[in-house]
């Protein structure tokens, strides 16, 4: 097993799996704090380096912190050094019409402070309504901030081609855009990774399990619907009626278990290889919770997946009836359903934060 990685910046490398975040934030059930941090060190010596959080998931920079901070006590500073965070800065939805400057150097700096870094690696700029306010002069501070040495690079999320080249055409240097990819979900294809090429920045994939809909747990279930009081699920679970039918979601299961036993892994890994394989992507976020994940996480560079493999995924795959539209498209619209599920202020109590703009 020799865990690959990619590289944003000449000095910015990272794992192409990610330790995501989200699953350890609140309302996702419940998170054994002190197992979670203590874990962590075993991605870390496993090769996944880099982790990813938010501003708004409630208390995992402050978790994330507390690791690199034994972690420097314990190993020193050359081990803790190995770890690359990457956060992102969501300011709420109710602010944005006259956000000050001020508020966006707070969140930074917070955000420095929980981590218990001089720097943020990456940080991760989301605007929930750019016909509010002034997003560009926002991210202008964020600039000012990495020019101070705060910030080592600049990225943004839950965006397609229109909202990000707003950015990149005010001479913004972006590495990266995450956004939502998984075999139930393939709007980035649909133009944004081709042009985040042309312009240096990769893609950094969510939602790549599905929140573990895409595992060996829900081949063969029944249709749960939507009553899940994890709001995780509900998300990923109006991903799958996009896809299709409950019955070709199992279909899709049974061919990713089918190739995954063909080469000895988990369905998982397949899920996640398919979407590593993809031309622009330099990384997938998986929300693995704890160590016991871990092998079942570390398949996934274990796994080529062949043209046999490819024209099965292929053959399944097009048949779904969407997710169509832009990416974020669905979830954008305040009204849907996809939208309704979403909470847009939670940075003015950020304690209180437990779902937001993206979901690593």
Partial sequence: MNPETAQLRHDHEISRVIKGGWQLAGDHGSVD???????????????????????????????????IADLRRRRGASVADRVCVHTKLVPDLGRLADLRPEEVVAIIDRSLMRLQVDRLDLVQFFWWDLGQGDAVAALSVLKDEQAKGKIGNLGVTNWDIAETARFTEAGFDLVSTQVQYSVLDARPANGLADWATGQDMQLLCYGTLAGGFLTEHWLGA????????????????????????????????????????????????????????????????VGARYARHLPRTLEVFDLVLDAEDRAALAAILAQADGPTGPVYGLERDRTSRHGRIMKYNLNTKPDDAVLGAADG
């Fill in 33 to 67: 704090r002190d197992a979670a941090i203590r874990d962590m060190e075993a991605f870390l010596d496993a090769g996944i380096t880099t982790f990813d959080c938010a501003d708004i998931y409630v208390g995992v920079e402050e978790m994330i912190g507390a690791f």
């Fill in 222 to 285: 029944p249709d749960p619907g939507f009553a899940f009081a994890n709001r995780s699920l509900v998300k990923y679970r109006l991903i799958i009626d996009e896809f299709g039918p409950w019955d070709r979601f199992q279909s899709l299961l049974r061919t990713l278990k089918a190739i995954g036993d063909k080469h000895g892994v988990g369905l998982s890994a397949v899920a996640t290889r398919h979407v590593l394989d993809q031309p622009g992507v330099a990384a997938a976020i």
